[in-house]
């Protein structure tokens, strides 16, 4: 198993080289830089001056050839330091630590409001097996997985203002300064970015209870006259369970980097709104640092998901064991 | 004495008819999943016929009839800057589905020749392929799409080959499973034993019998490529304006109006939905009928 473990740390550490490597290429190929940008922006009216440019690109090191650039960058993130903002000279780390309390709390509750209905939802349609409720609930989950959430989330805000006179209050309140008005920012939002992920639980969900319902211990808790409620949730669900718990763990991972489009319509300051600021606004370090959170998030989530099958399942680890030797 | 021998007898039989026949037995079987194709068709010449079809300049702006409602002359209403929402709405449908259409096949193709490349010769080489397909995954999609597309420039093109990129991955590892699997047949084997090349094999001997996990992923991958074509446009960073993208029908400077024009928020809306929709239903049944495995991808 040791062997296993330091195995795919290895990998992953390669993994990450290369994320790093592509991103940091990748960002420099914007079109047009912060120094351009922002010396256009410091002008009132009338031509740029070359020479502020120049100065500004020689202050964010952006004259120095790309390769040394990435070095500067990796050696100057071993030591903690993520490169300030180029626009509002803020840490980067620190702009990202005032965004992802909001980004975190619209995954948290996404992923219950999701978790809620999918298992909800499942467990219904997997016991109503090919009857129309099984096909209507698939039905349900299947637009959840189609209709773009901020369409969703557009229309959340319409319905009740046009009908109710009833507008949520938009924009970021924490939920330390004031319970009631954060909740009802972040219902709505979790509610559009919810349907969407119950919808890969459902299906989980309804194929793993399809799969115990038959097995003969659960027949056995029938036949022993528990109660319906009792069967579907200490017997069935509590087995069905288990790959649903990964499920939601990639849904996490997922979900980071998807809140964008949302975030915007409901003005939420998080990770997306910071990064598509940061990429309008060429603020290298910002996208960098930003986009490269999101990174290690997945993927330690994925090699913790995949140590996970190792442990329950020694075929992976043996298999892998023998490719390596 | 000559022996005659042909590999393809070990293959397993591939159904070949794709005629009247096997379109109404489909229907028979899935009638949800035909429906959605009945819708697609339908969208398809609406897109391919939008001149015919549509009553306005898409583009045309009419400052005597901004935010009307939907009645006689303009059937969905019009927008802030009077431009009639159906013929817009009718144009979108090209802008969607040619994005749609080209970013999943730059998706198949670029992942199936990974997955294939990877699966067939194993070894270093996949172990290669993998880490970099690794560090493709690790990348949040929507955010990655956005700076590949900022990098080459808004623009219809651009954002096809963004959201196709963005694509390939999720496809090439399936693939890879599939044909590793598919590696160890014996059809396989004994065409190598002939003297197949390695490319022959590949082309002439998995791939048929890969084909219909990659039809199943392509029609997946296609809704996926139409949602985030709107996602983008939404953003202002797909299709740039005026073009009628449905996405950016619903984003920007038009939100503003959406409480006094609401037409405008729901019609760019339901044709994206209904089209996604109906893509995944189409893949949903392709997929009970041609490959129960890909349950869950």
């Known amino acids: 198993m040791s062997h296993y473990v330091v195995r795919r740390a290895l990998l992953t550490l390669v993994t990450l080289f290369l994320f790093s490597l592509i991103l940091f290429l990748l960002v420099r190929r914007l079109p047009g830089d912060a120094a351009l940008l922002k010396s256009a922006a410091g002008e009132t009216s009338g031509p740029v001056d070359p020479s502020v440019t120049v100065a500004l690109r020689k202050q964010f090191h952006l004259d120095r050839p790309v390769l040394v650039q990435y070095f500067e960058w990796v050696v100057s993130i071993s030591h903690g330091d993520f490169g300030r903002s180029f626009w509002t000279g803020d840490r980067a780390a620190q702009d990202l630590l005032t965004a992802l309390p909001v980004t975190l709390e619209l995954v948290v509750l996404s992923v219950s409001f999701s978790v809620f209905i999918g298992l909800l939802v499942g467990v219904v349609s997997a016991v109503q097996h090919d009857r129309p409720v099984d096909h209507a609930l698939r039905l349900f989950a299947l637009f959840g997985l189609s209709i773009p959430n901020f369409w969703v989330g557009t229309i959340l805000i319409l319905v009740p203002a046009l009908f109710w006179h009833y507008l949520p209050p938009l924009g970021y309140t924490s939920i330390l300064q004031d319970p009631a008005t954060n909740l009802r920012q972040f219902l709505a939002p979790a509610a559009a970015l919810g349907w969407a992920l119950s919808a890969s639980i459902m299906r989980l969900t309804r194929s793993e209870m399809l799969e115990v319902l038959n097995q003969d211990y659960v027949r056995t808790a029938w036949a022993k006259g528990l109660r319906a409620r009792s069967v579907l949730l200490n017997h069935c669900l509590r087995n069905a369970f288990i790959p649903v718990i990964t499920i939601i763990g990639v849904q996490v991972g997922f979900l980071l980097g998807g809140t964008v489009a949302v975030e915007s319509v409901y003005g939420l300051p998080g990770i997306g709104t910071l990064l598509i600021n940061g990429i309008n606004q060429r603020d290298y370090p910002i996208i960098q640092t930003g986009v490269l959170a999101l990174a290690l998030w997945f993927i330690l989530i994925n090699f913790l998901v995949d140590l996970a099958y190792a442990l329950i399942d020694p075929r992976i680890r043996l298999s892998a064991e023998g490719a390596a030797g | ?297």
């Open chain 2, 1 to 297: 004495m000559a022996i005659s021998l042909d590999a393809g007898v070990l293959e397993p039989q591939r159904s070949r008819g794709w005629g009247a026949a096997a379109a109404v037995a489909f229907a028979r079987r899935k009638p949800l999943g035909a429906a959605a194709l009945v819708i697609l068709l339908g969208l398809i010449l609406i897109a391919l016929f939008a001149r015919a079809i549509a009553p306005y300049d898409p583009l045309s702006q009419n400052y005597d009839a901004v935010l009307q409602a939907p009645g006689a002359g303009h059937l969905m209403g019009t927008d802030n800057f009077g431009r009639d929402e159906l013929s817009r709405v009718v144009y979108g449908a090209r802008i969607s589905l040619s994005v749609g259409v080209v970013a999943m096949l730059i998706g198949t193709v670029g992942g199936v020749v990974l997955g294939l490349l990877s699966g067939y010769f194993g070894g270093l080489l996949d172990l290669v392929l993998q880490r970099i397909i690794d560090a493709w995954i690790a990348f949040p999609v929507i955010i990655f799409a956005l700076v590949i597309l900022v990098s080459l420039g808004q623009g219809l093109l651009q954002a096809m080959i963004a959201i196709g990129i963005v694509g390939i991955p999720a496809t090439s590892r399936v693939v890879r499973g599939t044909v590793m699997e598919k590696k160890e047949s014996l059809y396989v084997g004994a065409a190598r034993a002939m003297g197949g090349s390695h490319l022959r094999v590949m082309l002439v001997h998995i791939l048929p019998n890969v084909m219909s996990t990659i039809i199943v992923l392509a029609t997946l991958t296609l809704g996926r490529a139409i949602l985030a074509e709107a996602i983008l446009s939404f953003l202002g960073v797909g299709i740039p304006p005026p073009q009628p993208a449905w996405g950016s029908m619903l984003g920007g400077n038009a939100r503003t109006y959406f409480l006094a024009a609401p037409w405008m928020a729901i019609w760019p809306g339901i044709f994206i939905s209904l089209t996604v929709i109906s893509w995944n239903l189409l893949g949903d049944a392709l997929r009970d009928v041609l490959d129960p495995r890909l349950r869950g991808v």
